[in-house]
T-cell receptor, first 112, second 113 residues
Framework: DAGVIQSPRHEVTEMGQEVTLRCKPISGHNSLFWYRQTMMRGLELLIYFNNNVPIDDSGMPEDRFSAKMPNASFSTLKIQPSEPRDSAVYFC??????????FGDGTRLSIL | KQEVTQIPAALSVPEGENLVLNCSFTDSAIYNLQWFRQDPGKGLTSLLLIQSSQREQTSGRLNASLDKSSGRSTLYIAASQPGDSATYLCAGSMNTGFQKLVFGTGTRLLVSP
């Protein structure tokens, strides 16, 4: 079991740049979740997919954020344009539908 | 909006102590509850989960309980060890599956040898 794989592990970029975070869920898991963790707000659910379809994106903070899941084995979270307040750790998690989630090790994003 | 508070925010104890971490929800209408452990630079590892029909779960030295009427949960750690040092997060699901989790603020635990 390879677990949920996120890339990159660390990203440092200048404000205004486009940032793309990637996630490979555990094979066979048909639910995928994107979270953001900050000191101020803790861990927040941004969006989740079931069977590659976005179900709830109410946690996406602004139109600058977008997420896609083109197939069952890959998802991206994109920020364009990025701002310093987007600096956080972004986690991806996956699960069989309705079952407990398995988390990746996260992407630590710093926007200068 | 559901808010989840964990008390204490930080805890430092000597090895061998028994300890209790607390979690409370502003909206007690939660279906399932999980306790997670987070090590520095790592993701979350699920420790215990209490499903809607249950009141408590035990795994080794860990015991978690849920009082739905009050919206409170506790995580009991017996005979703490330095390897237990981590941040502990509780999370409630607001629907029947484990889909939409609302996380607590976390308790940072340090167990000294």
């Amino acid at each position: 079991d390879a677990g949920v794989i996120q890339s990159p592990r660390h990203e440092v970029t200048e404000m205004g740049q486009e940032v793309t975070l990637r996630c490979k869920p555990i094979s066979g898991h048909n639910s995928l979740f994107w979270y953001r963790q900050t000191m101020m707000r803790g861990l927040e659910l941004l969006i989740y997919f079931n069977n590659n379809v976005p179900i709830d994106d109410s946690g996406m903070p602004e139109d600058r954020f977008s997420a896609k899941m083109p197939n069952a084995s890959f998802s991206t979270l994109k920020i364009q344009p990025s701002e310093p307040r987007d600096s956080a750790v972004y986690f991806c998690a996956s699960s069989p539908y309705g079952q407990p989630q398995h988390f990746g090790d996260g992407t630590r994003l710093s926007i200068l | 909006k559901q808010e989840v508070t964990q008390i204490p925010a930080a805890l430092s104890v000597p090895e061998g102590e028994n300890l209790v971490l607390n979690c409370s929800f502003t909206d007690s209408a939660i279906y399932n509850l999980q306790w997670f452990r987070q090590d520095p630079g790592k993701g979350l590892t699920s420790l215990l989960l209490i499903q809607s029909s249950q009141r408590e779960q035990t795994s080794g030295r860990l015991n978690a309980s849920l009082d739905k009427s009050s919206g409170r949960s506790t995580l009991y750690i017996a005979a703490s060890q330095p390897g237990d040092s981590a941040t502990y997060l509780c999370a409630g699901s607001m629907n029947t599956g484990f889909q939409k989790l609302v996380f607590g603020t976390g308790t940072r635990l340090l167990v000294s040898p």
